[in-house]
Structure formats: C-alpha cells, structure tokens
C-alpha cells in the first residue's frame, strides 16, 4: 500500500538517488498490472491479510481468488491525495458487482472497506478468518499444483472459507445507488447536497 508513491517521494527528495525512477515507475508498474490482468494459464491466489490500498490493488485485483481475513482493509484512496484512481481502477471499480455506482463510491471517496464487507461488496472473494489462515496456506502448499484445475483449488479455498458473508447486505446500498449515478461530479455533489441523511452529510465531507 503506497509503496509506489513514497519510492517516487524518496527519488525526488533524497540526494543522490536514481532519478530515473521519476520517468520509467509508472509505465512500467502499469505494464505489469495489465499483463496480469492478461494472464490466462497461470492461476493467481492473493491473500488480502492486512492493508490492500492503490499499487497493492493493482497487482492483485484480477486473481479469480481474493481472500480478505479479519485484518483486511481496502481502498482506492487517490482521490484524497489530486490524483486518480490508477492501477487499472476505472476497469475494475466500474465492474463492482457490475454495478457502476458502487465503483464510482469507492473511488470518489476512497472509501475503506473491511474485513468480511470485502466479501459483501464483490471485492474479496473469499473471507478466512484469521486464525484460519495457517491452514489455508498448508492446504494451498499441499493441494495445488500445475495440474489442479479452477475447481479443485475454489474446493481448498472454499473448505476454510466462511462463506455466508456473501449473503449479507451493504450499508447504505440504495442510497449509494442513487447518488452516485454515472451522470457527472457536479450532480453526484448536487445529490449529495440534497440528501437529508447522515451517510449524505459524511460522504459530502469525505469529497
């Protein structure tokens, strides 16, 4: 999380550092999140267990698992430092759910999302808790191999997964479903001025 920027802060800042860093970070860690995005043989298992923010999103984000723990937190937070959400963030938090306002919440606010709510907003695939997770990678190192098809590695993941966070509802869903429309800024903030809520109030100071 924030790895990228603080590497370019540290370039800018610190004598004698590699400048070169300045102009060649950003196409190549760009480069790297759409290759693996393109990855159609090699199967991806990321492991959410802590902060998953920006850079970290990006290299994870188009695994087909995506297990969040107790210790997850999430976010596209560029928005709160001028910049945008990048990483491929347009493409994916416009899919959330497939519903594009959902996307447009998360990365207008750079709101943070948790733990087993990763599972409800479509984020995370999978939630283990947390004192499950030594099992998880025992299982992992033991069961999966080359020849293990798409099926028999969900089955692993799945035998230590709590799987009823799928079912749970989103805080505030209809109402982020409303506001959040893929019309402009100008009338998200409009509706946001006229929401006579809490969750309208705190998400018109978050932007």
């Given at each position: ?25 950003f196409?190549?860690e ?57 990483v ?120």
């Amino acid at each position: 999380a924030g790895g990228d920027i603080v590497s370019l802060y540290k370039a800018h800042t610190t004598p004698g550092a590699d400048k070169s860093i300045l102009a060649q970070f950003f196409a190549r860690e760009y480069l790297l999140d759409y290759s693996l995005s393109q990855m159609s043989k090699t199967r991806q298992i990321s492991l959410w267990n802590g902060i998953c923010m920006g850079g970290g999103v990006g290299l994870t984000w188009h695994s087909p698992v995506r297990v969040a723990t107790d210790n997850s937190m999430y976010a596209m937070p560029e928005t709160a430092i001028g910049f945008f959400t990048d990483v491929g963030g347009s493409y994916f938090l416009s899919r959330v759910r497939n519903d594009i306002s959902l996307g447009l919440y998360l990365g207008l606010t750079g709101q943070r999302v948790k733990a087993r709510d990763l599972v409800k907003w479509g984020i995370a695939t999978h939630f283990v808790e947390q004192d499950k997770m030594p099992q998880l990678y025992s299982s992992i190192k033991n069961g999966v191999n080359a020849g293990s098809s798409d099926a028999e590695i969900d089955e692993i993941v799945d035998s230590v997964s709590d799987l009823s966070a799928k079912n749970e509802s989103i805080d505030n869903l209809e109402e982020i479903k409303a506001i959040f429309q893929p019309d402009s800024i100008k009338e998200i903030m409009e509706r946001l001025d006229g929401a006579d809520s809490e969750f309208g109030a705190k998400t018109r100071k978050m932007m």
